[in-house]
């Protein structure tokens, strides 16, 4: 509880180089665990997945925040809790002055208009039975916007804004190639206009040409709409290029938030500086001799995670303290935190 | 900026490609297997007769049943017409000018019990034959006759069986798999002790005891009377419905079931949540469309399961009602009338008709699995 109420206090602070407006999305001590059941028929709850332990975390309106992790370390889980399409197990996500982990029904339908979802495979996202024209008018048949010929307007309008010809309205998803059934993913997370919209790896499932596209066209958008993002990713060079700030995440915690330069110039985390020392450099002098920090082990299950710090397990410079208290993420330079005990 | 810039049609090189939806491409891909189309003509063929049995019956030598029940009128007048097994291929003279002279001794009221056979505008008796196609069985009944109407009772007990086990399955598989947790879990674990129970076993016990239901309300009034005289106008087909279906829908329901389980975590399920879609359109506009194809392949190749379950149960006579031709009673009387040594037509027939119809059914399914399976698409 202290943690909640001191990261509050703190997380007010002005960040450093850039002006950030209000928070438009605020997390505060967000939990999900998936319970582990066992049993034939009458089940019980045995143990859980603590998929994401307790984050805290403002996203500004207009900005990009990056959130990077290994694989299984509650990157996508957290996106998914923010949209309330996993129900959180504690804690608050406030948006726009909002709380929607206790909102139901109506109420959180008429929310989800402004906080829309990109995922990562674009073969998976499209229902293979709908034309792209239904699949992109259906946030707006949803939610009765618009008579039949204003959302095939509206269809047109957002097949051309993610650089598509609207003479596709009519055809079927399995006619498309991966970057465009992605463009269509946006239109469709587009045509409610929301304010905020998480990226869940967007770009991974696509070949290197074409993520570029991509990026592009989310950063236009980002730029004409004003819209922001939380943007999850594993790519580390592409999270530089796109995103204001990054937030790196380890078994369901977040370990170092700083703005992206000074994260990837300053890495304080142990676990920062071994994610960004595996980032092949386009030098061969300079990559020749790099200095790769490889760490020992595995992730542990998430089900059940070390006692004291959750990296203790892998991480080369532990102490005694690491494994008996947890770290909290403390601001240690303006903007940049930390959850470390040898950093703070 | 290649964001804003559109896309051309050349580009893409879509441009000469013909427009394809999902049915279309099912529909081109099932004309590409020959035995599928065949299959699908041998099944309209079947369906085709069963429709028009009556006027089969009218071609043929005698009077047919009417409906399912059967109703062989043995003519009055025809006694030496009636030739107990005839060959396929048989014919026999028409008798009408001897029932004519027959007619002659009755009295102006006897004969207007006998329309048929006192008709007397029959221009040329001696040239008029009549043929026994497929030959006739012991009681000179023709079989082709026989075999038609026997098509109606087989294409029944397909369309209903499988009709039923979609619908019940469908239902109890989705609902299970949606909502998930303890209700899947009661649910799947009831259809588990039903799968444990030998299933024809059970049918011929319900047979049997509707058999004993049958004959103990028979002239009774109230809703088991009304059952029991419906079943008895359907030729004994309803009890049989009732017993194939009560267990046949399990593995249906498990199908549905698997099936959600794989599309409900699809992203684009999620996407349909993300935008505020209830249940009721997730379950019918992104769920059924695609879970229903692999159901409907999955019917289609049950089908001649239905067939033959029917077949068997006349063959041991607990199916239709005695009377009422259908393959297996068919088959059945075949064998003790001879059928093995002498009068071999009346095996053959009946036989080869079912055979047919179930690999026709066959054939079909496994065209249709090819053409409803997106994974074969366009290979």
Redesign the interface.
């Known amino acids: 509880m202290t943690n909640v109420a001191k990261s509050e206090k703190v997380m007010t602070a002005p960040a450093k180089k850039k002006d950030y407006g209000d928070p438009i999305v605020s997390v505060r001590g967000l939990k999900k665990h998936f319970p582990i059941k066992s049993g034939?028929?009458f089940?019980r709850e045995t143990a859980a997945v603590k998929a994401v332990d307790g984050l805290d975390f403002d996203i500004f309106r207009g900005e990009t925040l990056g959130l990077v992790g290994e694989s299984g370390c509650g990157k996508s889980t957290t996106g998914?809790t923010i949209?309330q399409?996993h129900r959180a197990t504690s804690g608050t996500v406030n948006f726009e002055g909002t709380e929607l982990t206790t909102l139901k029904g109506n109420s959180?339908?008429?929310m989800?208009?402004k906080m829309?979802?990109i995922?990562?495979?674009p073969y998976?996202?499209?229902?293979?039975?709908?034309?792209i024209s239904r699949?992109i008018s259906?946030?707006l048949v949803?939610?009765g916007i618009g008579s039949e010929r204003d959302r095939q307007k509206r269809v047109e309008e957002l097949l051309?804004?993610?650089?598509?010809?609207?003479?596709?309205a009519n055809?079927?998803p399995?006619?498309f190639s991966g970057g465009?059934r992605q463009r269509i993913?946006v239109a469709?997370a587009l045509?409610?206009e929301p304010s905020f919209i998480v990226c869940d790896e967007p770009i991974s499932a696509l070949d290197v040409s074409i993520q570029?596209?991509v990026v592009?066209?989310l950063q236009?958008?980002q730029r004409d709409m004003g819209l922001t993002y939380l943007f999850i990713a594993h790519d580390l060079s592409m999270v530089r290029h796109i995103c204001d700030r990054v937030a790196v995440m380890y078994l369901g915690k977040i370990v170092e938030m700083a703005e992206s330069e000074e994260l990837y110039t300053n890495p304080l985390h142990p676990y920062t500086q071994a994610l960004l020392s595996a980032v092949p450099v386009p030098d061969p002098d300079v990559e020749e001799n790099r200095q790769r920090i490889i760490l020992k082990g595995d992730l542990p299950s998430p089900a059940n995670p070390p006692v004291g710090c959750n990296f203790n397990t892998r991480c080369p410079v532990a102490i005694d303290v690491c494994f008996d208290w947890d770290p909290e993420l403390i601001e240690v330079l303006p903007g940049h935190w930390v959850a470390c005990h040898r950093v703070t | 900026m290649t964001a804003s810039k559109p896309i051309s049609l050349k580009d893409e090189g879509l441009e000469q490609k013909k427009r394809s939806t999902p049915m279309g491409d099912a529909l081109r891909q099932f004309r590409r297997n020959k035995m599928a189309v065949v299959a699908f003509f041998i099944i309209t063929f079947f369906i085709f007769m069963a429709v028009t049995a009556s006027l089969w019956s009218n071609i043929s030598f005698l009077d047919a049943p009417k409906g399912f029940k059967a109703r062989h009128t043995i003519n009055p007048a025809g006694l030496d017409r009636v030739d107990p097994y005839a060959e396929p291929g048989h014919c026999a003279r028409d008798g009408l000018d001897q029932g004519k002279a027959w007619c002659a001794l009755l009295t102006e009221e006897q004969r207007a019990r006998f329309p048929n056979s006192c008709r007397v505008e029959i221009p040329d008796p001696n040239q008029r034959q009549w043929c026994y196609i497929l030959g006739s069985d012991g009681g000179g009944k023709d079989w082709m006759t026989q075999t038609v109407y026997g098509a109606q009772v087989s294409l029944a007990v397909a369309f209903v069986g499988s009709s039923v086990s979609l619908l019940l399955g469908l239902v109890y598989g989705m609902v299970s798999g949606f909502y998930g947790g303890r209700i899947d879990n009661v649910m799947m674990r009831f259809v588990d002790f039903l799968y444990g129970i030998p299933g024809l076993v059970i049918i011929i016990i319900m047979q049997v005891y509707f058999r004993e239901i049958s004959s103990k309300y028979e002239d009774s009034s109230g809703i088991v009377g009304f059952i029991v005289e419906i079943n008895k106008d359907l030729g004994g087909l309803f009890f049989l419905f009732i017993a194939l279906g009560l267990l046949s829908w399990i593995g249906t329901a498990r199908l549905a079931r698997g099936q959600v389980l794989s599309y409900r975590e699809k992203e684009f399920v999620e996407a349909a949540r993300a935008v505020g879609a209830r249940d009721r359109r997730i379950i019918f506009v992104h769920l059924l469309p695609n879970i229903i194809g692999p159901l409907l392949v999955a019917e289609t190749l049950a089908i001649p399961g239905y067939i033959f379950a029917e077949a068997f149960l006349s063959y041991i006579g607990l199916g239709v009602q005695p009377g009422t031709p259908s393959w297996g009673e068919m088959i059945s009387r075949a064998g003790q009338e001879g059928g093995f040594y002498s009068n071999r037509h009346m095996i053959y027939v009946p036989s080869a008709a079912l055979v047919m119809l179930t690999l026709a059914f066959n054939f079909f399914g496994d065209g249709l699995r090819d053409a409803l399976d997106p994974r074969l698409r366009g290979r």
């Open positions: 034939l028929i089940q998914r949209l399409l959180l339908r008429e989800r208009r829309q979802i995922f990562q495979d998976a996202s499209l229902n293979p039975r709908m034309s699949i259906e946030p949803v939610h051309e804004r993610v650089g598509l010809n609207p003479f596709f055809r079927y399995h006619e465009q993913g469709r045509a409610l570029a596209q592009n066209l236009d958008l």
